[in-house]
């Protein structure tokens, strides 16, 4: 079987699948998909996503969208790494702080990529005072959560490292470009150091080009 990853690697979305596939040593092609170009806009992508959008996963005719799902997908199929349980109640521990991500957390830090990050790689203009305000209002709020998790245990849904750290720790990936306003949040420091000393972040840091 072949699998493929379609993704513009300096993208959050896209690190957190490439990054799990790296940790859990899936082999994957990788097919980028140059945003800058507009490739997400093309007839033959639209095939993949009728959303238009990357990250997309195909093997043998199945394709899947939305990162998270994604990274479901590649965790399944590797049951015997314990980063996605099999039994239901232990599974969804994990599952909700992956739809917390995307519905919370990932909205939060979307304003700091967008202001300090795109905004530079696209010639965007520059970053907004109050879209900057707004950002640190949401994030602050959502911080005092993770940290709070983060300070009874070493990883997000407990002791062992599981799809819910692959997929926050994917949002990290231009966290001194962006600027998270996040100072004062020592355990999810902390949590952020030991994801990024794992070997598959420098190997999926190298490939943003």
């Known amino acids: ?10 993208s959050p979305r896209a690190f957190k699948v490439l990054f799990t596939a790296n940790h859990l040593g899936i082999p994957y092609e990788m097919k980028v998909i140059n945003l800058a170009a507009g490739e ?29 799902a994604i990274v479901e997908y590649l965790c399944a199929r590797k049951p015997e790494s314990g980063v996605l349980p099999q039994e239901l109640k232990a599974r969804l521990q994990i599952v909700k702080w992956m739809y917390w991500e995307s519905a919370h957390w990932d909205p939060a830090i979307a304003i700091f990529m967008f202001e300090r990050v795109v905004k530079k790689m696209f010639g965007r203009g520059e970053e907004i005072p109050s879209e900057i305000e707004r950002g640190t209002v949401l994030l602050d709020r959502l911080a005092k959560v993770l940290d709070g998790e983060l300070q009874k245990h070493r990883y997000i849904a407990g002791d062992a490292l599981t799809a819910a750290d692959l997929v926050l720790a994917g949002t990290f990936c231009h966290a001194e470009a962006a600027r998270f306003p996040l100072e004062p949040y020592r355990a999810i420091h902390r949590w952020a150091a030991e994801m990024q000393a794992l070997p598959a972040w420098a190997q999926t840091i190298a490939m943003q080009g």
């Open 1 to 10: 079987m072949t699998l493929t990853l379609h993704v513009f690697p300096p």
């Open 40 to 68: 997400q806009r093309t007839e033959e992508f639209a095939a993949l996503n009728v959303n238009q959008r990357m990250p997309v996963l195909e093997e043998d005719g199945y394709k899947l969208w939305e990162s998270n």
